[in-house]
């Protein structure tokens, strides 16, 4: 799991998408990301691992909606069918879609992003 997250966080720091996994702990300046992942336990006969990675993006302001669809177009140019072979493994990671989501408070935006993953490791 932990190869397959940092195969997705290097591919979000060369587009310059403020992410950090699990919790943002910088200080707050939008729009930025925050990432969480899904890993199936099974195990295909190929030995390939699957699961899904989301992005949840928060931003505030003028042009706060639009931020949050530009990071989304962004997002799915890197992943739209994103294969890379480095250390004896193979990643896939494909962009799933992306969605704005009500945040609850007024003003702050909110999106979700879903990228679905593959993962095979050689011999």
Same mark, same amino acid.
């Given at each position: 799991?932990? @190869?397959?997250l940092?195969?997705? *966080?290097?591919?979000?720091?060369?587009?310059?998408?403020?992410?950090?996994? #699990?919790?943002w702990?910088q200080?707050v300046?939008?729009?930025?990301?925050?990432? *969480?992942f899904?890993?199936?336990d099974f195990?295909?006969?190929?030995?390939?691992?699957?699961?899904? %990675?989301?992005?949840?993006?928060?931003?505030?302001? #003028?042009g706060?909606?639009?931020a949050l669809?530009?990071? *989304?177009d962004?997002?799915?140019?890197?992943?739209?069918n994103?294969?890379?072979?480095?250390?004896n493994?193979?990643f896939f990671?494909? %962009?799933g879609?992306s969605?704005?989501?009500? @945040? #609850?408070?007024? #003003?702050?935006?909110?999106v979700t992003?879903?990228?679905?993953? *593959?993962?095979?490791?050689?011999?």
């Amino acid at each position: 799991m932990v @190869s397959i997250l940092d195969f997705i *966080s290097e591919k979000l720091e060369e587009a310059e998408i403020p992410y950090e996994f #699990g919790e943002w702990t910088q200080p707050v300046s939008y729009p930025y990301f925050v990432g *969480s992942f899904d890993e199936t336990d099974f195990r295909y006969e190929d030995n390939c691992t699957a699961g899904t %990675f989301t992005l949840d993006g928060w931003a505030r302001g #003028g042009g706060a909606q639009l931020a949050l669809a530009e990071v *989304s177009d962004t997002v799915k140019k890197v992943f739209a069918n994103l294969q890379e072979v480095r250390d004896n493994r193979s990643f896939f990671v494909r %962009f799933g879609g992306s969605q704005p989501v009500p @945040s #609850g408070e007024e #003003g702050l935006y909110k999106v979700t992003i879903t990228l679905f993953t *593959s993962e095979w490791e050689g011999e």
